[in-house]
């Protein structure tokens, strides 16, 4: 019988989509199982089919679990603002929600061709209103909290203010940027001004000067991953170092809590441990150092305070705000270069190159304070104003990049002492080193020393002993257009929230998306974009008084404000009340099953876990952590084809002639290639693009042969192959499969479009199992033991590969199963039943119209799955190869229930075995049980 893939899929897309087929109720009788894909952003080109492989393998499991009896929750929604929107824009004067709207439809239509079980009523977009509403009230509940470090958790700032009125700062533990100290008496004297300049220092959201990457070019702040070589990865514009007043997020409050929080995820080793980095605990202790001529105290933070006699010179970052102040007028100008040249490197660029050292002398000295010696206080661009104290004691015989830099600078290298007592001049490279001068410490191993010197500061009241996190507070302000508005105005320059009555806060209308003349972000451009106090609704800027009338921010959120909760509104995406109603959040609770890329291990995946620690600290809700099991899916990887230019002509050399000429190699698109072949279609080649239309080519065999190479399938690599095409040729089933099957999950593989003729081979074998020519014909007679081994066989392994998502496993599983109930001709009701729903997580629509065409008239999505009944899998009998000194000579079969001694005895009664011994008697006869018997004679 025909398989008409095309026909069947359209069926049953209809199907689900008109009967809702996916749509989750909150149904608390039911257990419940939460399966996630990371939050897509829709752009322009659609999907290529490396993006699905993800979505497949979450869509089995979910099918999987329904299948089990799980209430399931598989939603999907767009991660829809962000900056390629906004360039877009900028270009085409196109409004950024046109065409966000435009791809959004386009990925919509794609998912739904392949056929993914989505809850489709739950969709959230985070460009929405009705979504960013509750982004913004997020935001307001963070500017309006502390963080407790006695009761280790966010508090309303209501609490902070109470402590603050009964007793000052005394007693108090909090996180914040400065350490202040006030009375009772004073705070309640302040001014409405100066205390909500007190509460900036200690909200967990709050406003400050902080070192950002900008980008003049694109007019915005860029995160470190937006920002590769020095230049913007949109665009490939330059960016520089810059302090700006920004919004920021205290994530750093929840370090200890982070880091902590990973045992009890299971998660990818390699993913915990980038955290684990990323957050960057140290132990050891804060110093301060003072400076010669200069009331100014440089403070460090070192984690080998035993160290501290070996310390010659004294390092700070560029950005460190005692530059300028202890800058001798010889050194300005070097100095003042040197921080120019830095700005131009971003932070990564700068922790990246670890061997070449630079730096500038500020013509001042610190004081050593155990030694009393005199210091050179240096700038360089390996120490960062953000991790620690944004200055370093250089001890070049014990670190190495303070070693390459004493050297560079012919500075002071002091020798060490190892606890075995041996001296080395460059002992950098171990940890148990202990630096000479000290009569105290010479001896001790570098952990006693640790602790004595800890001590040593302590007394002298110049440091203590501390913990020190590399995680710096998330930079919240862009200076763009296509975000969330920060639900904030101003008043005698303090920053006060919107009701929430009012939000969402939506975007203004703006004549053009780029900064104002007066290098305001873009919603500096729009003219009804200000707050009426009195009146409580936003107004006309022109009506900007400073009294009744004030200005609104002007930056927006960045991208990841939208999706570091979007899992919470899926649990009740329509509610205006609340960002998600308590008790739907406690039924349920974590995701169970989260999978997406690894590139967001310190973005997203921190972030995510930032604002559930903190909405748990509030109350609103109950479980500490977002995501407890999570995948990393590999890429699917692209054959890409090149063409070989000679340098200086518009000349194109085949692949196999290119060393008799100088030449530079161009990507060119695999749809110019003829056939599957890697053979161009040079007149396809000539009309591709203008710039080749008068390309002339060096041809061997009258052929122009490319090169060809695997790498990451990518538009800007013209190596993308449409999921479109492919479920068009192969359906969206063989896709589906086809994914799956080309090797573990977790793993990175490459595509090739010929391998599709094999799974679609199979289908269509799958298919004619219920056919009997052109006639549908399932049989209700028994079957045979036989075909129940096979099923049940399959049920085993297919359980096992799905619970360890090993899907790849399970489709060679499929094949193996269809091929050899094909052989017996099975057609029997009571295994090809059981068999389409086994099928039908990885290929639902084929295996729908078989449910359709047994009888049933429900989708086959909620039928059980098979039960496995050991009982088929227990062999009857087992054929023993019967092998004489090592050579098999027959098979004997006999009863699987024999022990390996009648085994035994029943081979040597054997008439064949009685003729080869010839009377002999053997030496030796070795039984393994249910595989093999061998005779030594």
Not at 219 to 238: I, Q
Not at 326 to 340: G, L, M, N, R
Not at 474 to 500: C, H, N
């Amino acid at each position: 019988m025909f398989y008409d893939h095309q026909q069947i899929e359209k069926k049953w897309q209809k199907y689900w989509e008109e009967n809702q087929t996916y749509k989750t109720s909150d149904t608390p009788e039911k257990p419940k199982f939460y399966v996630l894909d990371m939050f897509p952003y829709p752009s322009g080109a659609g999907l290529h089919v490396g993006h699905p492989l993800g979505y497949i393998a979450s869509d089995i499991y979910a099918r999987y679990k329904r299948h089990q009896g799980f209430n399931v929750l598989h939603p999907v929604g767009y991660d829809s603002f962000g900056l390629p929107a906004e360039q877009y824009a900028i270009q085409t004067g196109q409004h950024p929600a046109v065409t966000t709207e435009q791809n959004i439809t386009r990925y919509e239509e794609q998912l739904r061709k392949i056929g993914f079980s989505f809850d489709w009523s739950r969709e959230v977009r985070t460009s929405d209103p009705s979504y960013y509403k509750w982004t913004q009230w997020i935001f307001i509940q963070l500017f309006h909290s502390w963080y407790n470090k006695t009761a280790d958790k966010a508090e309303s700032i209501e609490t902070l203010v109470q402590h603050f009125e009964a007793k000052g700062t005394q007693g108090l533990n909090a996180q914040q940027n400065d350490e202040l100290e006030f009375t009772a008496e004073e705070w309640n004297a302040a001014s409405e001004i100066d205390k909500e300049d007190i509460l900036l220092n200690y909200r967990l959201a709050y406003r400050a000067e902080t070192t950002v990457n900008w980008c003049p070019a694109l007019g915005t702040v860029l995160a470190n991953d937006e920002v590769k070589d020095g230049k913007s990865e949109r665009g490939g514009y330059p960016v520089y170092q810059k302090k700006m007043m920004q919004w920021s997020m205290r994530i750093s409050a929840y370090s200890e809590r982070l880091l902590q929080g990973l045992n009890t995820l299971d998660w990818p080793q390699p993913l915990k441990d980038a955290q684990e980095y990323w957050i960057g605990k140290s132990q050891g202790a804060q110093v301060k150092f003072g400076v010669e001529g200069h009331n100014e105290i440089i403070e460090v933070f070192t984690t080998r305070p035993d160290t501290i006699f070996g310390a010659t010179f004294m390092v700070l970052a560029p950005e460190h705000p005692l530059v300028d102040t202890i800058t001798t007028a010889e050194q300005k100008s070097e100095v003042d270069h040197y921080i120019e040249e830095t700005s131009k490197k971003t932070e990564r660029d700068r922790m990246a190159d670890v061997k070449n050292v630079s730096g500038a002398f500020t013509g001042a000295y610190a004081v050593n304070p155990f030694s009393d010696k005199a210091m050179p206080v240096y700038i360089s661009d390996y120490v960062l104003m953000g991790y620690g104290t944004g200055a370093v004691m250089a001890v070049p015989a014990h670190d190495e990049r303070d070693h390459r830099f004493a050297k560079k600078f012919n500075l002071e290298i002091k020798k060490v002492v190892e606890t075995d007592e041996d001296i080395q001049e460059n002992a950098f490279d171990s940890k148990d080193s202990v630096c000479v001068n000290s009569d105290f410490l010479n001896g001790l191993s570098y952990k006693e020393a640790k602790a004595v010197i800890i001590t040593a500061i302590e007394k002298k009241a110049i440091g203590n002993g501390t913990t020190n996190y590399r995680q710096r507070d998330a930079i919240f302000s862009r200076q763009r257009y296509w975000g969330e508005p920060v639900p904030i105005y101003y008043k005698d320059g303090m920053p006060y929230t919107l009701p929430a009555s009012a939000l969402p806060l939506e975007l203004p209308e703006v004549e053009k998306y780029l900064p104002t003349e007066d290098g305001d972000p873009p919603l500096g451009n729009a003219k009804m974009f200000a707050w009426d106090e009195v009146n409580q609704k936003v107004t006309s800027t022109d009506l900007i008084d400073e009294k009744a009338v004030f200005p609104l921010e002007l930056s927006t959120m960045p991208g990841w404000a939208g999706s570091s909760w979007y899992f919470l509104r899926y649990m009740d995406p329509h509610d205006d009340e609340a960002f998600v109603k308590k008790e739907l959040a406690e039924y349920w609770g974590q995701v169970d099953l989260y999978i997406g890329g690894s590139e967001h291990a310190t973005g997203h995946l921190l972030y995510s876990r930032f604002w559930n620690m903190f909405l748990k600290d509030r109350g609103y809700i109950s479980h500490d952590e977002p995501f407890q099991k999570l995948i990393n899916q590999g890429m699917i990887l692209g054959m890409s084809a090149f063409v070989y230019r000679v340098v200086g002509t518009n000349q194109y050399v085949s692949k196999n002639l290119i060393n008799n000429y100088i030449t530079q190699v161009l990507h060119v698109d695999v749809s110019l290639l003829k056939g599957t072949s890697d053979e161009l279609d040079t007149e396809a080649f000539k009309t591709w693009r203008p710039d080749f239309a008068d390309a002339e080519f060096i041809l061997e065999d009258g052929k122009y042969i490319t090169g060809r190479e695997v790498e990451k399938m990518s538009k800007s690599k013209y190596n993308v192959v449409n999921p479109d095409d492919i479920c068009k040729e192969y359906g969206a089933d063989g896709l589906r499969l086809y994914e799956m099957f080309l090797g573990p999950l977790e793993q990175s593989k490459p595509w090739n479009t010929q391998g599709l003729s094999g799974v679609y081979g199979f289908l269509k074998k799958f298919w004619n199992l219920y056919f009997n020519g052109e006639v549908f014909e399932v049989s209700d007679e028994e079957p045979t033991k036989a075909e129940y081994k096979v099923l049940h066989t399959l049920i085993k392994k297919v359980v096992y590969d799905i619970e360890h998502f090993s899907f790849n496993t399970s489709v060679s599983s499929f094949m193996i199963a269809v091929n050899e109930l094909q052989k017996i001709k099975c057609n029997k009701r009571n295994i090809l039943e059981p068999l389409s729903v086994i099928i039908s997580p990885y290929a639902p629509h084929i295996c729908e119209e078989l449910w359709s065409l047994l009888g049933h008239e429900t989708s086959i999505e909620f039928e059980p799955f098979p039960a496995l009944n050991e009982d088929y899998l227990v062999e009857d009998e087992i054929e023993y190869p019967v092998s004489v000194n090592g050579k098999m000579k027959f098979k004997l079969p006999l009863s699987a229930q024999l022990s390996a001694k009648e085994v035994e005895e029943l081979v040597i009664q054997d008439e064949k075995i009685q003729q080869i011994l010839e009377g002999k008697t053997p030496k030796k006869i070795i039984v393994v049980h249910h595989r093999i018997v061998n005779i030594v004679i």
